[in-house]
């Protein structure tokens, strides 16, 4: 009783404390709000030129955000449409990726999406976008040939394109439509009756298209699944739950969010009848899985249900949830941060501490899984099984990107090989001939490309700091010679990294007839990860020691 009363004491004689703190903040809100509307109305009547109050407000209003975290984001009425599709992942427009062609000096097809208008009026990969009805796109920047193409669905405008393999000028009439984007690009089955889903979105709806997949494989046979959530920037959080409940029971805590204000607070629990709670799992993640595939992996690893295979996660572990401003504006803001079903919450960075650090893995707590297993807090999802791919090659990436002389020679290379080839193999059997090879590598050569080296880089560096130490004139030979080992020969660097580059080609030509899904299909054949998660799953004693229930300490 008397601890009981001590409590009650204790908390009155606090009482005054808060309610001060309280009152002090809204004087501070008050008084700087009263300096900011003084601010702008002496620049409004004083500044040397006219003010545009919609332009400086919103730089305003970045600034404030600015101070916060990457994810607090401030969308005025003519960009609320972004927010609407990044929740959705539905716009209105004509269902392709665009690209711009920097030797051309144009925006282009880069790739139709399947069933979608552009891709049944019959455009394609390279063709040259010239004017959308009267508006000439000559010079502009992808955003802007962008925001032209998308509009109200059931719109109608003409498109004119110049296709490179003929020369001639096309227009095509297109009726933009609601374009959703493929929250799940490819699903099928593998060899030894393996399942495999790969989900690019967390968008309204995914779950049941992500249960209805896992129901089809399990009637075509699987017995152990493969969920791909490598690249996956995450979105809905209740998707993320109901994915989970596919394979864990009614009743689960997958993700509790927790806030400075009740409204915040929400404790998320599977609601469904799960599909299957005993299939073994294999979730592959990388450093860009975050946020809602954060929640869905972390919630498998900590409920014993799944193994996570690859590299850590991005380490997201905070909340948004749009709210409307006036004028048809709105604002997504962070209200919460998220707890997966040990406890943890993987958020990397502290904004509030240390701005963009991350927090050192020395800084991090213990949790628990279910079945014992230590697993921590901070620094995203930290695999069961850590294994990383493979690398691109510098040169690999160069050609993939334009090289430095805006030679975009493996772009112009697929365009003509997909103009020559009406047809080709399926997507898992696609690969391109020696003689298709070595008209690529003479291409690139003749065309001057080059590239930069990280090695040179280093070496200028080393050089310069060896003539500010005063050691250069004395290695001056050893330099000299250390440099010409380090210049690269193009035709040499090809043939070096030739399967890696090969594979490139293979996939970007693959997805001009098969779309996504096809290029997804065929990259597979070299999925380093994938292949050991296959191989995990075939291995049941090493995937259940992996789970292994321990004794928490």
Known sequence: MNRRIKTILISLLMLPLTVSAQTN?????????????????????????????????????????????????????????NLKMMLTGKYAGIGALVKYHTRLKHVVIDEPYEGMPAAEVGLKKGDIILSIDDSVMTDKQVSYVSSHLRGDAGTTFVLKVKRPSTGKEMKFKITRRNIKLPELPYWGMRPDSIGYINLNQFTEGCAKSVRRAFVELKQQGAKGLVFDLRGNGGGSEMEAVDI????????????????????????YKTRLEPVDTVMPIVVLVNGETASASEITSGALQDLDRAVVLGTRTYGKGLVQVPLDLPYNANVKITTSHYYIPSGRCIQAVNYKRNGKERIADSLTNVFYTRGGREVRDGGGIKPDVELKNDTMPNIAYYLSAGGLDSTEVLFDYVVDYIDHHPTIAPAKDFHLTDADWQAFRQRVIESGFSYDPVSQKQFDELVKTAKFEGYYDDAKEAFEALEKKLKHDVASDLDKHRETIQQILELDIVGAYY???????????????????????????????????????
Do not use: C
Request: overall charge neutral; cysteine-free.
């Open 515 to 553: 779309y996504q899904r096809g290029s997804i299909e065929a990259g597979l054949n070299y999925d380093k990860q994938l292949k050991e998660a296959e191989r995990l799953l075939k291995t049941p004693a090493e995937y259940r020691k992996i789970l292994e229930p321990r004794q928490k300490k």
């Open 25 to 81: 903040h809204q004087l501070e809100v008050g008084k700087n709000l009263d300096i900011f509307n003084a601010l702008y109305s002496n620049l409004d009547l004083f500044y040397v030129d006219t003010l545009n109050p919609k332009q400086t407000m919103t730089a305003a209003i970045d600034g404030m955000l600015r101070s916060l975290d990457p994810y607090t984001e401030y969308y005025p009425e003519e960009e609320t449409k």
């Open 244 to 267: 989970v409940n596919i394979w864990v029971p009614q009743e689960q805590t997958v993700v509790e969010n927790r806030g400075k204000v009740r409204q915040a607070n929400r404790v």
